[in-house]
């Protein structure tokens, strides 16, 4: 049981790795699964993706989910 994790952009620099494979539990989210791998507090402007879809930081994961972690995106 475990979750595919992504790091893009400043946050791979900042977490030293592109990904990380972590176990899966009951209950875990997507701010909860940042804590564990980085144990920083999840920033409040990281945009979150499960399974290709963008979510919000409290979504429940599931056994076999990826995530994608992404600096806020600026245009211009």
Do not use: H
């Not at 400043?10 to 790795?17: D, I, K, N």
């Not at 539990?25 to 920033?43: H, K, M, R, S, V």
């Amino acid at each position: 049981m475990s979750i595919k994790t992504l790091f893009f952009a400043s946050l791979r620099e900042q977490v030293g790795q592109s990904q990380v494979q972590s176990a899966w539990q009951t209950g875990l989210t997507a701010q909860q699964l940042w804590q564990q791998i980085t144990q920083t507090e999840f920033p409040a402007n990281v945009l979150v993706a499960r399974n290709q879809e963008y979510c919000e930081a409290d979504t429940l994961l599931s056994d076999g989910d990826e995530v994608a972690f992404f600096p806020p995106v600026t245009g211009g």
